[in-house]
């Protein structure tokens, strides 16, 4: 996740359970290795607020799901409680670029796209 606004926004990682709140100040990135759980999808859910995963806040959601029989990522973007982003632009890439389809939001919300092969994905915030 690369946050190019001029704010600090916030990242919860969630599949079966919620990871620590990570805080991407404005300029900085945030990694995390894709990973599969066998239960669920990975959800890693972004708000300009604090506390906004635990208060209903609106929510970006970039969801993915990797499938590892086929060797392919599923992945999308969309939202909770309105989009934290009025105004900016959101997309999401693949390193390298062209790798994989990119989403761009809001334009593109809830759209699942697919990627045939695990590349690094990156969305880039405003």
């Known amino acids: 996740v ?3 606004c001029l704010f ?3 990242l919860w990682s969630v599949d079966t359970s919620i ?3 990570q805080t991407i100040t404005s300029g900085s ?3 995390e290795t894709m990973h599969w759980n066998p239960t669920t999808g990975i959800a890693l859910k972004i708000t300009t607020t604090p506390d906004g995963l635990y208060n209903a806040a ?3 959601i970039w969801g993915y799901a990797i499938n590892p029989s086929e060797k392919s990522v599923y992945y999308s973007l969309s939202d909770a409680f309105g989009n934290p982003f009025v105004g900016q632009s959101v997309s999401l890439s693949s390193n ?3 790798a994989c389809p990119n989403i761009s939001y ?3 919300r809830s759209t699942t796209k697919v990627c045939q ?3 690094d994905l990156v969305i880039t915030l405003c």
Request: hydrophobic share 25%.
């Open 29 to 31: 990135s945030y990694y």
């Open 96 to 98: 390298p670029d062209g």
């Open 19 to 21: 990871g620590p709140m």
């Open 58 to 60: 609106p929510t970006l």
């Open 2 to 4: 690369v946050n190019q």
């Open 8 to 10: 600090s926004v916030f």
């Open 117 to 119: 092969d695990i590349y």
């Open 106 to 108: 809001p334009s593109e």
